[in-house]
């Protein structure tokens, strides 16, 4: 298996534009996480899903960011529009029900 | 909600002695807690973890204890290589291991 599949890798933008991060999760798995982490803040929850339904957006900063799940295969973050603030490295994991979160490599997005 | 506390922030150790990283957590409903590995550019990714209904376990040179009278918990590593050197984080979180806490990072560096 690929592992979680995370693009871009890299993305840097100017303040005011919208940015979309995109996720593919491990085949089979129930459970999809995205994560922001920043020195200040560490590793941070900001949503998660289970059958590709939202079962919490608590940690979702504010009504800038949202996220979708459309199918079991892949989900999208986006920003908008995006603020200097939001400069982090933004993961994707996935998991099965009560197993290991498997980690994707992250998107470094940086607004400039 | 739950709240997680990792000391030390930085910790440098010879090769081939032993690493102790400790956290503490506050919600007294947490009963699952993993331990991650991130090496520089990946993501996190598990090393070992531990449900409440045991108190150590280990696997190779990796261990990990808990405590949930005093919620807290540790990770020993033994016989440390220059390959441990990373970033450790400890979390707490449901049986589910849903919605994880994560501590805020120790920083591991194996001195050859």
């Known amino acids: 298996d690929a592992g979680v599949i995370q693009s871009p890798r890299h993305e840097v933008t100017e303040m005011g534009q919208e940015v979309t991060l995109r996720c593919k999760p491990i085949?089979?798995?129930?459970?999809l996480f995205w994560y922001r982490q920043t020195m200040m803040r560490g590793l941070e929850l900001l949503i998660y899903f289970n059958n590709n339904v939202p079962i919490d957006d608590s940690g979702m900063p504010e009504d800038r960011f949202s996220a979708k799940m459309p199918n079991a295969s892949f989900s999208t973050l986006k920003i908008q529009p995006s603020e200097p603030r939001d400069s982090a490295v933004y993961f994707c994991?996935?998991?099965?029900?009560?197993?290991?979160?498997?980690f994707g490599p992250g998107t470094r997005l940086t607004v400039l | 909600g739950e709240n997680v506390e990792q000391h030390p922030s930085t910790l440098s150790v010879q090769e081939g002695d032993s690493a102790v990283i400790k956290c503490t957590y506050s919600?007294?409903?947490?009963?699952?807690f993993p331990w991650y590995k991130q090496e520089l550019g990946k993501g996190p990714q598990l090393i070992i973890d531990?449900?409440?209904?045991?108190g150590e376990k280990k696997d190779q040179r990796i261990a990990v204890t808990l405590n949930k009278t005093a919620k807290h918990f540790s990770l020993h590593i033994t016989e440390t290589q220059p390959e441990d050197s990373a970033v450790y984080f400890c979390a707490a979180g449901p049986f589910g291991n849903e919605k994880l806490t994560f501590g805020t990072g120790t920083r591991l560096t194996i001195i050859p």
């Open positions: 085949s089979g798995h129930d459970y």
């Open positions: 994991a996935s998991s099965l029900t009560s197993g290991e979160q498997f």
């Open positions: 531990i449900r409440s209904n045991v």
């Open positions: 919600d007294s409903a947490s009963n699952y």
